[in-house]
């Protein structure tokens, strides 16, 4: 056996080899738990109740992994219908949940299943939905006229619009009508008052659908009727949108009828208004999404009795300002609101025009400018001030009306002509150089004179059959211009120059 003593330096090095070792089998022992896979086994546990058609309930999936991590989705389905997916792990926890409003009464079929492996699955029963039925009828009616009967079919619980159809009954019973629903669960129909003087109840029965309860029959509206009744037509649109005014419009007939209308919304007052040549009409700006009831009761007037008349509207998202953008050609970028251009007398430019709503720009002009919408080109035909260009939509597709408006300064415009005269340069001495053929006018039909300017003794202007000629007569230099007069206010002076050397 042979021993071997180590010095100091050696023990130092073989220490440190050890520290090595021992650390890469620390990580290799990290890596190793690291490594163990992150979704691993998982029991899902589904909880889901019985519910009712419209009404929103919250349905859990509980996630237990036998692994380490265990991170992934839970995706919930009902029948072959995907309603959401919730994400589970050690920061979220791993209890899952969605929102889900049932769509359909009968037995349905919830499964809720995790990313990693594993679902649930279970089936809850929902039941139709109970319903509620109002209606209503002019307060009074001429005897023998014909009135609109108005049903309203809402739900006790839940976002759920019934469908199908309401009766309308007589209080004695006598079913005298159908209607079927809208799409805001109202429906309506017309009927013939007796000729007699009296009065005329009437209530409305729902008769459900697949998702909706028969109803209870309505409580009673009554029609007074007699020969000096009067009917109200309420005239308000079907769509309305937050913050944006709405025109109410009662008609009244016969429209001898004196008084006024009150217009309410839901039972709350927005205004009155005197009843004149049989129409009366205030403003509303509704302040809140959902479908409301909107009425005008007429209070009756110079032997005319009173009346009333309801709609249920949709009252949805504010609109959004309609943006019209006027990109000129070669600008540097669309046209701002009230901004200001200069342009020149007889200057034409044309104009991309576009808006969000998709909706035509219709383009009018005041002042000495032009519109050409066939190739939407903007010219200016005259100096005499400012001109205004207004270009507006009309709205639509959810937006509201656009304008925008800016102005053009007109200014003195520049003659313009295509002369025949050689570029400036070097000619030889004899030559004869066309400066204007015969017939050569400005843009504005305006004879263009020449002249030589310096350097006569070398250059001679001479006409000859109409045209304008240069004859270059001897070695020098000289210099000749054609010009036009200006037309004071409109057009500036046309003038045009060359330079030339006789060799």
């Known amino acids: 056996m042979v021993h071997r003593t180590l010095n100091a330096r050696q023990r130092g090095i073989d220490m440190k080899r050890l520290a090595s070792a021992l650390t890469a089998l620390v990580m290799l022992g990290a890596g190793v738990a690291l490594a163990a896979p992150a979704t691993a086994a998982a029991n899902v ?82 039941a139709q939905v109970a319903t509620t039925t109002a209606i209503t009828s002019p307060g009074s009616a001429a005897g023998g006229s014909v009135i609109t009967l108005t049903a309203q079919v809402r739900t006790r619980v839940g976002s759920y619009v019934p469908t199908g159809a309401v009766k309308f009954y007589l209080a004695s019973g006598s079913n005298i009508g159908s209607g ?31 998702n909706a309860e028969n109803s209870a029959p309505s409580p009673t509206t009554s029609t ?40 309410s919304v839901d039972g709350r007052t927005v205004g009155t208004a005197n009843v004149a040549n049989g129409t ?19 209070s009756g007037g110079n ?25 000129p050609a070669g600008a540097q970028g669309p046209i701002l609101n009230n901004a200001v251009f200069v342009m020149p007398n007889g200057a034409a430019t044309q104009v991309g025009l576009a808006s969000s709503s998709g909706q035509p720009v219709t383009i009018t002009v005041v002042g000495p400018c032009a519109w050409n919408a066939a190739t939407s080109t903007l010219s200016v035909q005259g100096v005499g001030g400012n001109c205004t260009i207004t270009a507006t ?92 007069p200006a037309i004071a206010g409109q057009w500036s002076a046309y003038s045009t120059s060359r330079n030339y050397t006789v060799k």
């Open 224 to 263: 007074r009727v007699s020969a000096q009744g009067s009917s109200v037509s309420l005239v308000v649109a079907q769509t309305n949108y937050v913050n944006s005014s709405v025109p109410l419009v009662a008609n009244i007939a016969p429209t001898s009828g004196t008084g006024t209308v009150t217009f």
């Open 45 to 126: 546990s589904l909880t889901a109740r019985n519910g009712t058609v419209g009404v929103t309930q919250t349905i859990d999936a509980q996630v237990q992994t036998t692994g380490i991590g265990g991170e992934g989705t839970v995706t919930f389905t009902v029948g072959s219908t995907t309603i959401g997916t919730d994400t589970v792990g050690p920061t979220q926890g791993y209890n899952a949940q969605v929102n889900w409003t049932p769509a359909a009464a009968g037995r349905q079929n919830v499964t809720a299943t995790f990313s990693g492996g594993g679902s649930d699955a279970t089936s809850v029963s929902i």
């Open 303 to 327: 032997s005319v009795t009173g009346s009333s008349d309801s709609k249920t509207v949709a009252v949805i998202q504010p609109l959004k300002p309609d943006v019209i953008t006027i990109d």
């Open 280 to 298: 009366a009409s205030v403003t509303w700006v509704p302040t809140s999404l959902g479908n409301p009831r909107v009425t005008a009761t007429y």
């Open 393 to 484: 939509t009309p709205g639509g597709n959810g937006y509201s009306p656009g304008r925008l408006v800016f102005s053009v300064s007109t200014s003195v415009g520049a003659q313009t002509a295509t002369v025949a005269a050689p570029k400036s340069g070097t000619y030889a001495k004899g030559k004869k150089l066309t400066l204007a053929k015969a017939g050569t006018v400005t843009n504005l039909n305006k004879a263009i004179a020449w002249k030589v300017t310096k350097g006569g003794a070398y250059c001679k202007v001479s006409l000859s059959k109409g045209a304008t000629y240069l004859k270059l007569v001897k070695k020098g230099k000289c210099s000749v211009t054609g010009s036009a």
């Open 180 to 210: 079927s629903l809208n799409g805001l669960a109202v429906a309506s129909m017309n009927y013939q008052v007796p000729s007699a003087n009296g009065t005329v109840t009437f209530y409305a029965v729902y008769q459900g659908d697949s």
